[in-house]
């Protein structure tokens, strides 16, 4: 059974660029998530989807952007990059249980490097 | 707003060894509590989580947690230690019915053999 899949894993932009990460949960989830995370820090959650809606922010500019597909893919967008843009991208679904606990399988990230 | 600090940046641990790393988190009630490893170039890896009942939970490759409500902690265990534990670990708290998790700075665990 695949799990969460990301693409690319590696890319480079430039300054001012745009860029579109990708991501396939696992088949069932219906809850995507987005995460930063910076050369040793801990992850900072960026967004979360849940049946094409989006159902949480996380304290992230306007320049980035989301959404989520009928077949629970997602695509996370950042426009006009920053160097401090520069990070790995971690995508995770779920399966919203009856608790509400959220317990994410995360996938293995895009590494984004912006010069 | 919740936060979650793990003291530690970095231990060193021989193999064989015990090892403990530290998690302490801010908020009112008692969140969610995760554990998840990630080794070099990879995702994270779910190790163990704790939700109600029981404080001590257990993990896999070995691992287990202790919930201290008096303490906000949520320390991480293994008795013995094996190369292959060499990796960095994040503690994380998601609030009661929440959608989020918040992460610790991590702590990144070196084995000497």
């Known amino acids: 059974d695949a799990g969460v899949t990301q693409s690319p894993t590696h890319l480079i932009k430039t300054r001012g660029q745009h860029v579109t990460l990708r991501c396939s949960p696992i088949?069932?989830?219906?809850?995507v998530s987005w995460y930063q995370q910076v050369l040793g820090q801990g992850p900072q959650f960026i967004f979360q989807?849940?049946?094409?809606?989006?159902?949480g922010r996380g304290n992230f500019p306007d320049r980035f952007s989301a959404r989520q597909f009928p077949n629970y893919s997602s695509e996370l967008n950042v426009n006009a990059l920053l160097l401090g843009d520069s990070a790995l991208y971690l995508c995770?679904?779920?399966?919203?249980?009856?608790?509400?606990?959220?317990?994410?399988?995360f996938g293995a990230g895009s590494r984004l490097t912006v010069l | 707003a919740q936060s979650v600090t793990q003291p530690d940046i970095h231990i060193t641990v021989s193999e064989g060894a015990s090892l403990e790393l530290r998690c302490n988190y801010s908020?009112?009630?008692?969140?969610?509590l995760f554990w998840y490893v990630q080794s070099p170039g990879q995702g994270l890896q779910l190790l163990l989580k704790?939700?109600?009942?029981?404080?001590l939970v257990q993990g896999i490759k070995g691992f287990e947690a202790e919930f201290k409500r008096s303490q906000s902690s949520f320390n991480l265990r293994k008795p013995s230690v094996h190369w292959s534990d060499a990796a960095e670990y994040f503690c994380?708290?998601?609030?009661?019915?929440?959608?989020?998790?918040?992460f610790g700075g991590g702590t990144r665990v070196l084995v000497k053999p």
């Open positions: 995770a679904s779920s399966l919203l249980g009856a608790s509400g606990a959220n317990v994410l399988t």
């Open positions: 088949s069932g989830h219906k809850s």
């Open positions: 989807y849940y049946e094409k809606e989006e159902r």
């Open positions: 908020y009112g009630a008692t969140p969610y």
């Open positions: 704790y939700f109600s009942g029981d404080t």
């Open positions: 994380a708290v998601e609030e009661a019915a929440g959608n989020k998790l918040t």
